[in-house]
């Protein structure tokens, strides 16, 4: 390839996505609008906790072949385009396109010639089209000749393994209109289908199958949505299995064990817990849900694994509630911010929503999370619900009932009689059954997971 790779947005996705290319042998210009984020990347650093990515960009900056710049219009010529921009939820719960649809504007203001425009971004049913009518628009407008040809290539990283699963995927989705477009994306992507990576892969992880599927724009676009309701659906259900176990006295644990041992269901996002979180399932069932909602079709799988999630999302209340009357002056101790281990991601955790429910019922919330430091701001909650401790001992002192919300590792660790002669109170819900039971009340404390018997 003679031309630069562009990569427009580096976030987890894009981040990674411009890092991993230039590992593979590619020159890459990256844009990022953030001057926070891209004063860290042109430093040679990393602004988001992903494993391997640190590892990527130094192979990168060692062998130049990376530059980050602010604006589209500093891309030089280029003629393959990564659009990696964010996609969060609307008012309406669709996905806002403001910021893939500005992209694509901008791109038309600086390509020419042939260009591929491939579309990482998730995106709504259609929404490729519209990006291709946005390029050629800006195109005809600033007296540009060429042709533009779009690639919806859905990604399905998950952040805090993000490199490992662009560099070893199970699938990689290409979706066009273009059968020379595709066959180049094809070629780009050959080192990862062969799983033929260059020295150096900081993964350490071994060959994937990294399955090839070709198809349209729009069937492309469904798989990302269809792929993510399914793992939102599956874990709604066990959660719905374990509101079930509670009132019939069964065990969850034991129950999503043996379901998993069915190869036929795998025991893959079957673990019980607080629901789902993250900056895509939530988002992506929405946006699926509206679309089908749009053409007249109510899904109502959809919307049901969205009430469960909510639900779920509750219980920790529920259980303080139940413990602890309507004490407005109690002090809970979360244990876990990011919406999952291994990720400093708390876009739409459930930490924060338990969080804002607490402190709006007038309870003390304070919260310790191993990576996250401090909330950031534009998060769907008001940060001064919360106070972040340093350590889970500054967290749990004087707390009435500590809940742990992510199952960090360390998590596991805990010394609980340590804890029991910190705490006010004696209560642990343990909302994702990470923790044993038994060390727990050993402890002299009062243990509650989720969908297990009570003693
Ligand atoms: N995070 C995930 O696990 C994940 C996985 C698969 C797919 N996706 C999808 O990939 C997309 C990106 O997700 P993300 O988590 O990386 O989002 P993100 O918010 O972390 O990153 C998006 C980045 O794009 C930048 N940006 C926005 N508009 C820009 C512009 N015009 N020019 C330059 N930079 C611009 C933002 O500053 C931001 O840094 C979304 O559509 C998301 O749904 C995310």
């Known amino acids: 390839m003679d031309q630069p790779i562009a990569v427009i947005g580096t976030g987890y996705v894009g981040g990674v996505v411009a890092g991993a290319l230039a590992y593979l042998g590619h020159d890459v210009v990256a ?8 004063a860290v990347f042109q430093a040679g650093g990393v602004p988001v906790h992903e494993s ?3 590892e990527l960009m130094a192979i990168a900056h060692e062998a130049d072949r990376i530059r980050f710049v602010a604006e589209v219009k500093e891309i030089g010529n280029v003629d ?52 291709q009518l946005d390029v050629e628009k800006a195109m005809a407008a600033t007296g540009r000749e060429g042709s533009i040809a779009v690639v919806s290539n859905p990604e ?5 393994t993000a490199v490992g699963d662009f560099l070893h995927p199970d699938r990689v989705v290409l979706g066009s209109d273009d059968e020379a477009a595709m066959a180049t994306i094809v070629d780009l992507y050959q080192p990862i289908l062969r799983q033929e990576l ?76 607080l629901g789902y979180g993250g900056s895509c399932l939530g988002k992506d069932l929405a946006s699926l849900t509206l679309t089908a909602r749009e053409l007249g079709y109510s899904a109502p799988l959809l919307e049901a694994t969205r009430t469960v999630n909510e639900l779920q999302r509750g219980e920790v209340v529920r259980r303080l509630r139940r413990h602890l009357g309507d004490a407005t002056s109690a002090k809970v101790a979360l244990l876990g911010l990011a919406f999952k281990p291994g990720t400093d991601d708390v876009r739409d955790a459930p930490a924060l929503h338990i969080a804002q429910t607490l402190h709006d019922a007038g309870l003390e919330v304070v919260a310790y999370d191993p990576v996250v430091r401090e909330l950031p701001a534009n998060v769907g909650i008001d940060p001064t619900t919360t106070t972040v401790a340093a350590s889970i001992e500054e967290a749990v002192t004087g707390a ?11 998590f596991t660790e805990i010394d609980w009689p340590a804890i029991e002669r910190l705490m006010r109170g004696n209560l642990v ?27």
């Open 198 to 273: 260059p020295p150096g892969d900081p993964t350490g992880l071994p060959n994937s199958s990294a399955h090839l599927v070709t198809t349209d724009l729009v069937s492309a676009e469904l798989i990302k949505y269809a792929a993510n309701s399914f793992l939102a659906v599956k874990i709604s259900y066990i959660n719905e299995m374990a509101q079930i176990c509670e009132l019939v006295g069964a065990d969850i644990e034991t129950i999503s064990t043996a379901l998993g041992l069915d190869h036929r269901i795998s025991p893959l996002f079957l673990r019980p817990g």
């Open 80 to 131: 393959i385009v990564f659009l990696c921009v964010g996609t969060p939820q609307d008012r309406d719960g669709d996905a806002d396109l403001t910021a893939i649809r500005q992209a694509a504007a901008n791109l038309g203001e600086v390509v020419s010639g042939r260009t591929i425009v491939v579309t990482k971004s998730t995106v709504p049913i259609g929404t490729n089209f519209r990006v």
């Open 400 to 410: 009435d009932a500590v809940a742990l919300i992510t199952e960090w590792p360390e």
């Open 52 to 54: 391997g990515l640190e």
């Open 31 to 38: 844009v990022e609008r953030d001057p926070e984020k891209l």
């Open 156 to 160: 399905f990283l998950r952040t805090g």
């Open 429 to 455: 819900i343990d909302g994702r059954n990470a923790l044993d039971p038994d060390t727990v009340r050993a402890a002299g404390l009062t243990y509650e997971g989720i969908g297990r018997p009570y003693p």
